[in-house]
């Protein structure tokens, strides 16, 4: 499974993004997918999951109300909409997903958010 993050960039206070994570290869065994982020000097945090039907999510208090995880199989992406963005959400966003059975956990690159006060 190869995933590829996209939609970062720099954006004023209380403005938006989207964030799309594409998955590729065996992205039928995908399971649990995520959203990450990681700010200078800091360790890697949780910011959203959603599991394979999209049924079930869960996000940081730090976000609730303001990102919106969702999925699209049929096209393999996952997303995260983030509004009312502040200059505290500033980091590196990454995607991860766990595959089915192995629970193997498969990372992208990584993109960056900026947040200007």
């Known amino acids: 499974v190869q995933l590829v993050e996209s939609g970062g960039g720099l954006v004023q206070a209380g403005g938006s993004l989207r964030l799309s994570c594409a998955a590729s290869?065996?992205?039928?065994?995908?399971?649990?997918m995520g959203w990450y982020r990681q700010k200078p000097g800091k360790l890697r945090e949780l910011v959203a999951t959603?599991?394979?039907?999209?049924?079930?999510?869960n996000y940081a208090d730090s976000i609730k109300g303001r990102f919106t995880i969702s999925r699209d199989n049929g096209k393999s992406t996952m997303y995260l909409q983030m509004n009312s963005l502040k200059p505290e959400d500033t980091a590196v966003y990454y995607c991860?997903?766990?595959?089915?059975?192995?629970?193997?956990?498969?990372w992208g690159q990584g993109t960056q958010v900026t947040v200007s006060s």
């Open positions: 991860k997903a766990v595959e089915l059975g192995s629970w193997r956990v498969y």
């Open positions: 290869g065996s992205t039928f065994s995908i399971s649990v």
């Open positions: 959603i599991t394979s039907g999209g049924g079930s999510t």
